[in-house]
């Protein structure tokens, strides 16, 4: 795997939130992962069941992928082995060093650190994955530039926490919550009709695709 510091300037900010800053310290402070089977959190983070959110997609070989929104590498060591070339975007410095140990035998994997808005790749991709975390800046941000390096025949997936799923009707906390708020006061959060609108303002063709319980530990899809 291959770190790319190159778009770092004096301007770049890590702007990783304190709880993402805790998962690292946690998990991937050390070279060796303790696992525990009563541990929702680092289940999330290293299951293969992660994985089962694009698993039953079928991806054209041989494929370039360019993934936008890695977190923490949670998807890139399968998304490695289904691709020619994995290229990612970290706009975090630090959760870099989380994908990084995620990816370590990966040899066709090249890892860019730095705003996105400055990161230029004179490069056309196969399928792009916009899969996480994320608000409505970012999702629009992210949107825009997929568009920009996609091929012509080429896929977006996309997939998140739609702020107005079940769970949060029964009072689980949003993403973006740092209180248990209601549905309505979850203005950060996406919903089903926010990426519609913003698939539709850079004129995407889409389909729909629901999968439960979510996007995390998907055991079935609906279509």
Not at 24 to 36: A, G
Request: proline share 2%; charged share 30%; net charge neutral.
């Amino acid at each position: 795997m291959k770190l790319n510091l190159e778009f770092i300037d004096d301007e770049y900010k890590d702007n990783i939130s304190i709880n993402d800053s805790k998962i690292i310290e946690k998990y991937f402070s050390e070279n060796e992962v303790i696992y525990s089977d009563d541990d929702l959190e680092l289940y999330l983070l290293f299951s293969k069941n992660r994985n089962n959110i694009i698993k039953w997609y079928e991806f054209e070989q041989p494929s370039q992928i360019l993934d936008l929104n890695p977190g923490f590498g949670e998807l890139d060591k399968y998304l490695s082995n289904l691709s020619t070339q994995l290229d990612i975007i970290s706009e975090s410095r630090k959760k870099a060093d989380a994908i990084s140990k995620q990816c370590l035998d990966c040899d066709n994997v090249e890892l860019y650190v730095g705003n996105i808005n400055k990161i230029q790749l004179n490069k056309k991709y196969d399928y792009i994955i916009i899969i996480g975390d994320i608000d409505k800046d970012a999702l629009k941000e992210k949107l825009k530039y997929a568009k920009s390096h996609l091929n012509k025949s080429g896929k977006i997936l996309l997939s998140f926490d739609n702020k107005i799923g079940i769970k949060y009707w029964t009072g689980v906390r949003g993403e973006f919550q740092n209180q248990y708020y209601s549905i309505a006061g979850n203005t950060r959060g996406v919903g089903l009709h926010d990426a519609q609108k913003y698939i539709n303002r850079y004129n995407l063709k889409y389909k729909l695709y629901f999968p439960m319980p979510d996007y995390k530990i998907t055991n079935v899809i609906f279509s």
